[in-house]
């Protein structure tokens, strides 16, 4: 099943949804220790392997942390090759003075934001999928 590439339709029918609990980002220099299953995803860099995670999963693993996370996920299946759908909801989200860590799934894209920016990013996307019109 192909996913979405028409930018309006992304936005209009993005449908955020805030994931429960709290998510931090790690770096460690293996996963040798960590399981597999207590991981969202994982990224490969020359300095260190970056994970995220739930926090309780963090802290029982004694990693340490500098950021505490809402994670949002975007509700329609976007095609890996569509184009500015992050550029367009980021854009809303720096305006509003909320930063975000993007990853992107196979069928969906993940929204990292501060914690205490979580509901707010709901409300500021939702609106801009009413509002935009490309």
């Known amino acids: 099943m192909a996913g979405e590439k028409n930018l309006i339709t992304l936005i209009q029918k993005m449908t955020p949804e805030l994931q429960p609990g709290e998510y931090v980002f ?3 220099k293996t996963i040798d220790t960590i399981p597999r299953k207590d991981t969202i995803c994982e990224f490969k860099e020359k300095e260190g392997i970056t994970i995220v995670l739930e926090r309780k999963k963090a802290d029982n693993l004694n990693l340490d942390y500098k950021f505490v996370a809402s994670w949002i996920t975007l509700k ?3 095609s890996l090759d569509a184009i500015g759908l992050t550029a367009a909801f980021s ?3 720096a305006a509003h003075q909320i930063s975000c860590n993007v990853i992107a799934g196979y069928y969906h894209d993940h929204i990292f934001v501060n914690k205490r920016d979580g509901k707010k990013t709901i409300e ?3 609106n801009l ?3 935009y019109k490309g």
């Open 124 to 126: 500021v996307l939702k």
């Open 129 to 131: 999928s009413k509002t």
């Open 26 to 28: 790690a770096t460690v």
């Open 76 to 78: 329609i299946h976007s």
């Open 91 to 93: 854009a809303e989200l």
